[in-house]
């Protein structure tokens, strides 16, 4: 059971747009930057968003992150095949001392 | 460029430890946190802890405490993460990330490693 909620998994058409939710507390998203990471197939997970909403040097601008209240959500616009991967959200937990994840959510492009 | 190069695949007996390393390239390594995260089969991911590589000062995640010890070795830009006690259950694949910014702690990964894959099997 993950600190971080997030939905198993997220599919849309090539060409759409889709938001992938991360629902945490007040100890954790709630008074926390919050960051994303992206998950190809076989591969390490890679940074897409940090800072709630910024993207790192190379990340198109079809990825976007927001925060309101103890809720994250990354937007992805554009979808594209390659898109296909698991996406997570992280943040720090004041209670717990630690870095959480939320459980990942697997995005199919239909 | 930045990058994290991580020691190969490993199989442990129960009971037994497993040091894996991370050498850092393409930046001054004493400016950046680096972190361990792993990853079971089919999981999501879960912080282990973190190392100040200036200092050699250490956090480690609760669950972790008294069996991971995480190094490093300035003289050559490489992290360790050894993992004492191994069980069936840390059968993992484990990669380490550096911060991303040159100070404290901002608690954003990149990049990460490649992965080192820990299997615990009698």
């Known amino acids: 059971q993950s600190v971080l909620t997030q939905p198993p998994s997220v599919s849309a058409a090539p060409g759409q747009k889709v938001t992938i939710s991360c629902s945490g507390s007040?100890?954790?998203?709630?008074?926390?930057?919050v960051s994303w990471y992206q998950q190809l197939p076989g591969t390490a997970p890679k940074l897409l968003i940090y800072?709630?909403?910024k993207r790192p040097s190379g990340i198109p601008d079809r990825f976007s992150g927001s925060k309101s209240g103890t809720s994250a959500t990354l937007g992805i616009t554009g979808l594209q095949t390659g898109d296909e991967a698991d996406y997570y959200c992280?943040?720090?937990?004041?209670?717990?001392?630690?870095?959480?994840f939320g459980g990942g959510t697997k995005l199919t492009v239909l | 460029q930045v990058q994290l190069v991580q020691s190969g695949a490993e199989v442990k007996k129960p009971g037994a430890s497993v040091k894996v390393s991370c050498k850092a390239s393409?930046?001054?390594?004493?400016?950046?946190?680096m972190y361990w995260v792993r990853q079971a089969p089919g999981q999501g991911l879960e912080w282990m802890g973190w190392i100040n590589p200036n200092s050699g000062g250490t956090k480690y995640a609760q669950k972790f405490q008294g069996r991971v010890t995480m190094t490093r070795d300035t003289s050559i830009s490489t992290a360790y993460m050894e993992l004492s006690r191994l069980r069936s259950d840390d059968t993992a694949v484990y990669y380490c990330?550096?911060?991303?910014?040159?100070?404290?702690?901002?608690?954003?990964?990149?990049?990460w490693g490649q992965g080192t894959l820990v299997a615990v099997s009698s």
């Open positions: 990330a550096r911060d991303g910014a040159i100070t404290g702690t901002t608690l954003w990964f990149d990049p």
């Open positions: 800072d709630n909403n």
């Open positions: 393409g930046y001054t390594f004493i400016d950046y946190y």
């Open positions: 007040s100890s954790n998203i709630g008074n926390n930057f």
């Open positions: 992280g943040t720090w937990d004041s209670s717990l001392s630690a870095v959480v």
